[in-house]
């Protein structure tokens, strides 16, 4: 997508004090959304990177829908970020490092910044997945420890 599309999806989320929402509508329709980064060298449909457009300071995490047949036509590895696949509906495969795994709906993958890794849809159905990336060996307090009770009770 251009930097004006970006721009229009960031303008239409819901900002709140402590919040940002966005709404980018039911899986089916993430073919709306068209990535053209100068490092990649195609086109990628299906693809929506929501860091820049929720205001997100520790992660990147994209929505995708990778259709049926398709496979991402090049290794890649990171610096410094660790990524999660998170596949919410079809099947494929990841390659890590010349290792396959099978993945399908429920599968979660997790990739240490070196990992050589590709994937593809050999299904007869469109794959969907999230994926999530944040700086490798960052996260200081897990849930329980950093998770406080409010004293405030809900409004609705
Ligand atoms: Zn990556």
């Not at 849809?121 to 794959?127: F, V």
């Amino acid at each position: 997508m251009t930097i004006k599309e970006q721009e229009k999806y960031a303008e239409s989320a819901r900002k709140g004090n402590n919040f940002t929402a966005y709404d980018a509508g039911s899986l089916d329709e993430l073919f709306q959304y068209e990535l053209h980064h100068p490092k990649i060298p195609v086109k990628v449909k299906g693809k929506l990177f929501l860091r820049d457009i929720l205001g997100l300071t520790g992660m990147q995490v994209s929505l995708n829908r990778l259709p049926a047949g398709r496979t991402v036509p090049f290794l890649h590895q990171h610096k410094q970020n660790e990524e999660l696949y998170i596949f919410i509906k079809g099947s494929g495969q990841m390659q890590i490092d010349g290792e396959v795994v099978e993945v399908k709906e429920g599968t979660a993958v997790r990739i240490s910044p070196d990992g050589q890794r590709c994937w593809r849809n050999n299904s007869t159905e469109d794959l969907y997945y999230i994926v999530i990336q944040a700086k490798d060996g960052s996260l200081q307090q897990d849930t329980f420890d950093d998770g406080m009770a409010s004293d405030q009770p809900p409004v609705w």
